[in-house]
């Protein structure tokens, strides 16, 4: 007997108990047994407080990334194994796919946008500052910082490796340890993986701590600064939001629920147009992938009154060659349901669906499979309904399962209207090749939806490479408003943000420059007589500058750059048509001129450090320079961030031109590449 143990304080847990047995869904045989009893969860979230908090919050942002790619890398080495019980939570090899390869890749993805759109460092500047008075000695930034709380994440039984690593891998990235509660049903390969994860030795101990069992009295554990993301049915959503230290007590709850999402057919669309099938296969796809047990798939298929029989038909047609069987067979395109009772959940949602629709395919009691046991295993047949004018359950009743209902509109003004009767939902999509009409969803969509998914000919192929409509992609928010929950994961950074505080710091520039360790616009710059561009990424320091000599911008130059680059736009050109001009009242340097003068100004040519200028940023031209203007730069060092896996770095530098009168010409950033060494 195999019974699941938990990842607590720092050891394998086993209860001492013999456990509830959790089966195969695809055989019925017991694949391992569940047991929490005697678990102290106490102690588990005393563990990620004093051990695994302090340990993350000391690495920087980019260090946390580099643990989340090796530890993504290394779960790659045991994804054979990782399908092979995948295969037994009832998925075939494509769903497998979505989960495990899913999860590992969106841990790259995340691990990837920390290294490249946060700073190696522990505080994240956000947005840009504030002046708070008139001579610049107070001013203002918001920061990001870690917060000394838990991050406990309760998922569903659907995907049990995608489920917990698109959670954990943001957390870990914010400096916060995580406490992960699988579902009953899947636990054992979410097991699987945490017992690889723990066992490679790469994350600090404390940063991961697994809950196998039921979590009774978890919630009476946490405290402020805790956070629980929950995945799962709007019924455990509801108990949990009302728990007391929820309600009271200043726990953060986030929740990702249940969603009758939509896809509309645009009026546009007819029989003859390749957008029917793009539609028709996306609406199969969301049916049968995972067995319709996705939060995403498409329960309510919104199509044009008159188009309503051609597309019963279609998606009739595909389904019926759709195999269900094990999902190790090859011909099998369907597998199981997770459980027996879930299947018996999905038939009484169907049963409640038909009190206002018709069966148009499939029979919820019956289905002939392939290379398995009818009876022993969690099948069930793909079921297409067509909800009656006025219905009320198609937009109401979950089936967790390969069921969708077609729904008649007569107007894309009453499309939206039915969709917006879902109370909010994951993902939604058209199909449509008029743009108009596109936009006319999309707007009315929008406040319903976490994701929306427009198709046509022209991105139905690359979009369905990506996963369609139904895959949440780490670079884009998944979540959705009402029903759906009301919380937001993923979205790249965004999702990393969730977990941190944003504050205001009000205080002199020199103050946010030590607190933020970036050069803050005012503060203290040192000049040490050494060329900055002389010193490599150890000797540089934060606020090292060098100001420029003046140069003299003559109309020479002005007409030179115009004719050796080509731009002649008038205003550098024609002295009475830039004299008409309201701006600049007669001829005026090039922007671009001024910029390149500027790095002619500032650089130091010989080899040395500084390998690359590799752009600007935040690029503005202020004030006009006319002929026999004279201008000189300051560049400061604003931000040092060395690369974990280069032997050079990235400096940003401030740089402000100026003018003889000292009013600022142009301000950006130059960014470049510069040796941790030099010599090498
Ligand atoms: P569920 O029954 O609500 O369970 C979800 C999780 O909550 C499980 O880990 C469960 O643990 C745990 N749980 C139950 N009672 C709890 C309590 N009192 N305190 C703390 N945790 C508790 O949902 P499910 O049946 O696993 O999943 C299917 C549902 O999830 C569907 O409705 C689906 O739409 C939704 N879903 C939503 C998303 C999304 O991103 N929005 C994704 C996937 C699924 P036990 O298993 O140990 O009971």
């Not at 990837?112 to 994240?124: A, F, M």
Request: aromatic content about 6%.
């Amino acid at each position: 007997m195999t019974l699941l143990e938990s990842y607590a304080a720092g050891r394998w847990f086993r209860a001492d108990d013999e456990g509830a047995p959790l089966l195969d869904a695809v055989t019925g045989e017991e694949v391992a047994r569940l047991s929490s009893t005697g678990l102290d969860l106490g102690a588990m979230v005393a563990h990620a407080k004093d051990v695994g908090g302090p340990a993350l919050r000391a690495l920087t942002f980019h260090e946390r990334a580099g643990l989340l790619k090796a530890m993504a890398k290394d779960l790659l080495a045991v994804k054979d194994e990782l399908y092979e019980l995948s295969f037994r939570t009832g998925a075939t090899r494509r769903d497998s796919g979505v989960d495990i390869d899913g999860g590992i890749g969106t841990v790259f993805s995340i691990a990837s946008k920390g290294t490249r759109e946060l700073p190696n460092d522990t505080v994240h500047v956000d947005g840009g500052l504030e002046p708070l008075g008139r001579a610049g000695t107070f001013v203002a930034q918001h920061v990001w910082t870690s917060r000394p709380g838990v991050a406990v994440q309760v998922n569903a039984f659907n995907f049990p490796v995608w489920g917990f690593l698109e959670k954990l891998a943001p957390a870990f990235l914010a400096g916060s340890p995580s406490i992960v509660k699988p579902a009953e049903q899947t636990a054992y390969l979410t097991e699987a993986v945490v017992r690889r994860i723990v066992e490679s030795g790469l994350l600090p101990e404390g940063s991961l701590q697994l809950l196998c069992g039921p979590p009774q009295g978890l919630l009476d554990e946490l405290t402020v600064q805790d956070r629980v993301a929950f995945t799962g049915s709007a019924h455990t959503a509801g108990l949990l939001r009302n728990h007391t230290n929820v309600l009271h007590g200043g726990v953060e709850l986030t929740v990702e629920a249940d969603s009758l999402n939509c896809s509309i057919l645009g009026p546009d669309v007819t029989a003859d147009d390749p957008e029917l099938d793009v539609f028709v296969k996306g609406v199969v796809t969301e049916m049968t992938v995972k067995a319709g047990q996705k939060c995403t798939a498409i329960r309510r298929v919104i199509v044009p009154r008159a188009m309503q029989d051609t597309v019963a038909d279609a998606i009739a047609a595909r389904l019926a060659s759709v195999t269900v069987g094990d999902p190790r067979s090859e011909e099998v395109r369907m597998g199981a349901l997770v459980s027996l009772d879930q299947r018996e959940e999905v038939r009484k949602a169907v049963q409640s669906l038909r009190a206002s629709a018709d069966l148009v395919f499939g029979d919820p009691d019956h289905v002939d499979v392939v290379d398995a046991d009818a009876d022993r295993g969690a099948f069930i047949s793909p079921v297409l309904l067509r909800a009656h004018d006025g219905a009320v359950e198609p937009h109401d009743v979950e089936a967790f399962g390969p069921v969708s209902t077609l729904v008649a509109y007569d107007s894309v003004a009453d499309a939206v209207r039915l969709a917006a009767r879902g109370r909010g939902s994951l993902a939604g999509s058209v199909v449509t090749h008029d743009p108009a009409v596109a936009r006319e969803v999309v707007l009315g969509l929008a406040p319903w939806h976490g994701r929306i998914v427009v198709l046509n000919r022209d991105d139905a192929a690359e979009a369905a490479a990506a996963g369609g409509h139904g895959s949440p992609l780490p670079v884009l928010v998944h979540g959705g408003p009402g029903r759906a929950g009301g919380g937001e994961e993923l979205g790249g950074i965004r999702g990393v943000l969730h977990h941190l505080q944003r504050t205001a710091v009000q205080a002199s520039p020199d103050m946010l420059t030590a607190i933020t360790g970036r050069w803050t616009t005012g503060s203290r710059r040192t000049e040490d007589g050494v060329h900055p561009f002389r010193k490599s990424l150890a000797d540089l320091r934060v606020g090292d500058t060098i100001t420029s000599a003046p140069r003299t911008v003559s109309r020479a130059d002005i007409d030179h750059f115009a004719e050796f680059t080509g731009d002649t736009f008038y205003a550098h050109t024609d002295p009475e048509a830039a004299a008409q001009n309201p701006l600049f009242g007669g001829i005026v340097a090039h922007g671009y001129l001024v910029v390149s003068l500027a790095a002619g100004l500032f650089v130091d040519p010989d080899p040395g450090p500084v390998l690359a200028n590799f752009g600007v940023d935040s690029l503005r031209f202020l004030t006009p320079v006319k002929a026999d203007d004279t201008i000189a730069v300051t560049l400061t060092v604003k931000q040092i961030t060395p690369r974990t896996s280069a032997d050079y770095g990235e400096v940003r530098w401030d740089a402000l031109v100026a003018n003889a009168a000292g009013d600022p010409v142009a301000t950006y950033d130059v960014l470049t590449l510069v040796a941790k060494e030099w010599p090498a």
